[in-house]
């Protein structure tokens, strides 16, 4: 396991700094249920984002990922979710090689996405927008929508709304919801806080814990980092594209680079959009 925060090491760097190098990933990454080694992606050709990301998620595990705005987290996610084309390195579930497979087979496979931006039909209702989630596997549809009332009883309550019709929080349970249509063995969620008021982004928090509990693993790309870090079991921290810290939700609260780097100013701000 990765050390607690402390002073720096003899060479200078912290436990966390020292968690995120190749050598102790590969050492601690052994039999994740997801894992990313040396990934490197990016859009414009010639122009890598990621530039070597190494990323575990061990079985029952929530493992936040945070940074700057910019830093490739959006971008590690959608690499590992096959929605970008990974130019070098791996992406591994439960021992497969699935760097590069297509978003709609990792589905079948047992992996979720909620995107940034975006995440539902707003012309449909919760409902529709509940039968996309399930399109795959249209006869678990009435099961599956009960299994996941149990979580988010609005969805079931509101049924027949449109999803346009629904305030920020309540559509990021809708694309939630969608997402767990399909019983993932792993969620990966980015920042399902944003733009949300103090009491529904905890709320979100709060559910992202139920969730997990209810056998989900879980990743979570968060600006809200303090929230973030207090639910998650692990944390990383990418700059520009590159793994800067890693180590227990708590440690990285705790360390003093941390909080000088990223807590005192991203927490600070919150930032909204
Ligand atoms: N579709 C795209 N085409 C070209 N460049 C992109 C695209 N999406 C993101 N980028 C670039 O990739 C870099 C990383 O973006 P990414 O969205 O992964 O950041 P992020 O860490 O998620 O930031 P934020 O906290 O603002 O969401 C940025 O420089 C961004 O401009
Ligand atoms: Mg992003």
Redesign the pocket.
């Known amino acids: 396991m990765t050390a607690s925060a402390g002073g720096p090491t003899g060479n200078g760097l912290s436990p966390a700094e020292l968690a995120a190098s190749p050598q102790r990933h590969r050492e601690l990454a052994l039999g994740a249920l997801l894992r990313a080694d040396n990934l490197v992606a990016g859009?414009?050709p010639g122009v890598n984002?990621l530039q070597g990301c190494d990323f575990f998620l061990r079985n029952g595990e929530i493992v936040g990922i945070i940074?700057p705005?910019?830093?490739?987290?959006?971008?590690l996610l959608k690499a590992m979710f096959g929605l970008i084309p990974v130019r070098d390195g791996r992406v591994t579930l439960r021992d497969t090689d699935i760097t590069s497979a297509k978003a709609h087979t990792l589905v079948t496979r047992g992996v979720g996405y909620v995107p940034?931006n975006n995440n539902v039909f707003p012309s449909l209702t919760i409902e529709e927008n509940m039968q996309m989630g399930a399109y795959l596997r249209p006869r678990l549809f009435t099961a599956r929508f009960d299994a996941v009332c149990s979580l988010f009883p609005l969805l079931a309550e509101r049924r027949k709304t449109k999803a346009a019709a629904l305030s920020g929080g309540e559509r990021q349970m809708v694309a939630m919801g969608r997402a767990l249509m399909m019983e993932p063995a792993v969620l990966l969620l980015d920042?399902p806080s944003a733009g949300l008021s103090p009491m529904f982004a905890d709320e979100v928090f709060v559910r992202c814990k139920k969730i997990n509990a209810a056998g989900v693993s879980i990743v979570m790309?968060e600006?809200n980092v303090r929230r973030c870090l207090q639910v998650c079991d692990r944390g990383y921290v990418?700059d520009q594209g590159r793994n800067a810290y890693t180590d227990t939700g708590s440690a990285l609260m705790n360390d003093p680079k941390i909080i000088d780097l990223y807590l005192g100013t991203l927490a600070g701000s919150s930032r909204h959009r």
Request: aromatic share 6%.
């Open positions: 859009y414009l984002i940074g705005n910019g830093a490739g987290k959006s971008t940034q920042e790309v600006q990418l």
